[in-house]
């Protein structure tokens, strides 16, 4: 992997912590995009930048993590760094999505509704591609996020880049936030209600045995192209960074797409302070690689 260190100081042509929240959308707008598998209405945001050439936009599809929302300060400061018109990454425009159940979006949550929130995001692709004719070819996830949007290429195939940020790999793991003694609780037939803001998530055993039923590396085995970049806080508490390596390990044994893995030093699951600026100057750096469509299909 290459490990990236967050200097203080830093030259004028990287993002500041006042440039990020400064930072406002020349344009946005909210639709609803509707799954019919699930029968959830999602509602996404898409940031564009401030010039008219639609056509010519490439589009990145932000993935929010667990209990999170496309609203989230990570969501935004990304969309922001990746379409702002100061130190932007070019053409792009951002689409945001609150997965099913989450944010503003209707539709049943699961906390083992990894391949429901894959079909979410199928149906946002082709969404954008569909009404807006734009060139969605990178998606980036956070957290369970990450590990949707490499499960979604690995059934798709079609985005040139996936961004997988804070991925877990083991998720056998305890439910985030849940005690031994919930997981008992659970076991006896007990559905545990999990607070995010003013939102309630049911968790049931049900989820404990579908996410322990799921055999994640055989589902990675099926990715055939594309560049996956896999980025971990080194000191990411809620997913160890052993889970990024044992990922880009199977990545790279598979020898189907180019991998890379890069690691920032001292920051943690959620890349605060100057640890997220370097994470929006990291992925506007790979966003520039991208060439386009031709290299999604």
């Not at 400061?77 to 018109?85: H, K, Q, Y």
């Not at 990894?114 to 004719?133: I, M, P, Q, S, W």
């Not at 980036?140 to 880049?161: C, E, F, P, T």
């Not at 804070?166 to 936030?177: A, F, T, Y």
């Amino acid at each position: 992997p290459v490990i990236h260190r967050c200097l203080l100081g830093r030259p004028s042509s990287r993002l500041t912590s006042n440039q990020l929240q400064s930072y406002r959308m020349t344009r946005v707008r909210h639709e609803t995009v509707f799954n019919p598998a699930s029968e959830a209405r999602l509602i996404i945001s898409l940031d564009t930048p401030d010039q008219d050439q639609k056509a010519a936009w490439r589009t990145i599809v932000l993935c929010h993590g667990f209990l999170d929302s496309k609203n989230g300060s990570l969501m935004r400061n990304l969309s922001d760094g990746i379409t702002g018109n100061e130190n932007g990454s070019g053409d792009w425009a951002v689409c945001r999505v609150d997965f099913s159940g989450c944010g503003e979006s209707q539709g049943p949550w699961s906390a083992s509704g990894y391949f429901t929130e894959r079909e979410d995001l199928r149906c946002v692709v082709e969404h954008l591609r569909a009404k807006h004719g734009l060139d969605v070819c990178a998606i980036l996830g956070h957290s369970r996020g990450a590990l949707v949007s490499l499960l979604y290429q690995a059934k798709y195939n079609d985005m040139g880049l996936v961004i997988a940020v804070s991925s877990p790999l083991d998720v056998k793991r305890r439910i985030s936030g849940l005690t031994t003694e919930e997981l008992d609780s659970l076991r006896a037939g007990t559905t545990i209600m999990m607070m995010a803001g003013t939102k309630e998530f049911p968790v049931t055993w049900e989820d404990v045995e579908l996410r322990e039923s799921m055999d994640v590396p055989s589902q990675l085995a099926k990715i055939q192209t594309g560049t996956m970049v896999i980025i971990h806080g080194e000191m990411d508490e809620s997913v160890p960074i052993s889970e990024s390596r044992a990922l880009t390990d199977i990545l790279q044994q598979q020898g189907n797409c180019r991998v890379e893995m890069a690691v920032l030093q001292g920051a943690d699951h959620n890349f605060r302070r100057d640890h997220r600026i370097c994470l929006v100057d990291l992925v506007r750096s790979w966003l520039r690689t991208v060439d386009g469509l031709e290299s999604c299909k």
